[in-house]
């Protein structure tokens, strides 16, 4: 196998034989490999524009995985990371192989995809699913609160994820504990609380943290009035009520929010209510509690 950094041109090679290089591949270069002859399965867009926004951030990472051609130089497997190079406008170095037979084309990106979880193998946390779940919808909160958060756009890439662990392991772990901990007596899911426990004590480090967490687990002695009460009795069958719309996560954490934000300041909290998000209504921000000066 050769190996060498060179603008893809058409390699001298044995016939019959694989040989492999990294290339740089512009935005020209990629749709000049796109008008060859291809067997490429059907495009993906919202894929195409995931790869892009890596692309964009500068995350692209040389992998493995590149640009095949077949022994006639047919493109077999590549296209979508090509047209993310055209979309995002940006050159990117990657490897390009050349004869390869077509008949492995049925195999191609069968195997199973490496997931945030398997990412965060190697950092020993607990939880991996929840814990990637977590970091997932802490960054959709900041990036597109008041967007949907499913579909391409809402695409968050492993090394995001890798990376706001790394930059925040202690506190996205406790949000972990915690939402196991508090959804056993809340309406909400694990990664709903965990989600809302991590974006409301980030603003507010001067909140009695342990006061608000008693209070949700045991309700215990509560005022009719106490905004964590309110949240104890958010109906667990709440999305089955009234409407067939189901209540995503934005509505729950939404809804942890809202009576966070009753609880610390109450003077500044009109009438509670704790429901899903209505058409147009945008997504509450928690109420930041800091040290006095």
Do not use: C
Not at 176 to 191: N, Y
């Amino acid at each position: 196998m050769t190996i060498a950094f060179a603008e893809p041109e058409e390699p001298e090679q044995p016939e019959g034989k694989l040989v492999s290089r990294i290339a740089k591949v512009t935005p020209e270069i990629a749709r000049t490999f796109l008008s060859r002859a291809s067997v490429n399965r059907r495009l993906d867009k919202g894929r195409v524009s995931a790869l892009a926004d890596t692309i964009i951030r500068g995350e692209w990472k040389l992998t493995h995985q590149g640009i095949a051609f077949d022994e006639v130089g047919a493109l077999l497997d590549g296209q979508h990371r090509l047209h993310a190079i055209i979309e995002a406008d940006t050159p990117v170095e990657m490897l390009v192989f050349d004869g390869l037979s077509k008949d492995v084309f049925p195999v191609l990106d069968t195997g199973k995809r490496r997931s945030a979880a398997d990412t965060l193998l190697s950092t020993g946390a607990k939880y991996l699913p929840l814990l990637s779940s977590t970091i997932r919808h802490v960054i959709l909160f900041k990036t597109m609160p008041n967007d949907p958060w499913s579909g391409a756009r809402a695409y968050v890439s492993n090394d995001q994820i890798l990376a706001a662990y790394n930059g925040d392991k202690d506190r996205y772990e406790e949000a972990v504990t915690i939402g196991r901990e508090l959804s056993k007596h809340l309406f909400a899911s694990q990664t709903a609380v965990a989600v809302g426990f991590f974006l409301t004590t980030e603003v507010a480090p001067a909140a009695d943290i342990d006061e608000w967490i008693s209070g949700l687990k045991s309700g215990a002695s509560l005022d009719p009035g106490d905004a964590r009460l309110a949240l104890r009795e958010v109906p667990r069958d709440a999305p089955k009520r009234g409407s067939r719309r189901r209540m995503g996560m934005r509505d729950q954490v939404s809804i942890y929010i809202k009576a966070w934000n009753a609880w610390v300041e109450p003077g500044k909290v009109g009438e509670l209510r704790l429901r899903r998000l209505r058409k147009g209504e945008k997504m509450p921000m928690p109420i930041e509690v800091k040290f006095d000066r």
